[in-house]
């Protein structure tokens, strides 16, 4: 005698899709944290974790974007050796560096928002839309990691701009372009 059943689905594969790429995205983010460069006029170092916000935002869009990153900033948080220089623990989230920590999640779904709208599209824009969107997530990451690195480090907001921002703008230029070519790599290998 056979008995007929039917499947039960409790979690959507879209669903599913977009966790597995959220945690693939927050695990770049924390091995973007261990390719660190000194930074010769500031003693924040320069590490890869820009260009894997800016990633998260362009290839996962705003919601998963900001999940990813967020993601990452629990797993940090609670105790996993995920930040700057193989740091973890809540002191991390409010040290020196939490502004930019902080912006993070923020950035991500910016550059999310503005590449794609409100609806996970494609993201292969026009370079300049796409070149926008991570100008404008770099500004949010640049405002709150000057005034957290201002409050932090108990400074004025000029002196922090110079150490905690302007040192960084080769880097982003470099790390901006990099994004471009990894998406239009990936375009074209779509294609």
Do not use: C
């Amino acid at each position: 005698m056979a008995t007929e059943h039917e499947s039960v689905e409790l979690v959507g594969d879209e669903l599913v899709g977009n966790i597995a790429r959220a945690a693939l995205f927050a695990a770049l983010m924390g091995a973007g944290a261990y390719v660190s460069f000194p930074n010769p006029i500031s003693p924040i170092p320069v590490t890869l974790q820009v260009l894997v916000v800016f990633l998260a935002g362009i290839f996962l869009g705003p919601i998963w974007g900001g999940v990813s990153i967020s993601l990452y900033l629990v797993a940090g948080g609670l105790g996993a050796p995920v930040f700057a220089g193989g740091s973890a623990g809540f002191g991390a989230l409010v040290g020196p560096t939490a502004g930019y920590l902080w912006s993070y999640p923020l950035a991500a779904a910016l550059v999310g928002f503005l590449v794609h709208g409100t609806e996970l599209g494609d993201y292969r824009v026009g370079t300049v839309r796409l070149v926008g969107a991570m100008v404008a997530g770099t500004a949010v990451i640049y405002a709150l990691g000057v005034i957290g690195f201002a409050f932090v480090q108990n400074v004025g907001l000029g002196a922090a701009f110079w150490t905690a921002a302007a040192a960084f703008i080769p880097a982003e230029a470099f790390k901006i372009a990099a994004a471009v070519g990894i998406v239009r790599s990936d375009a074209i290998a779509a294609n």
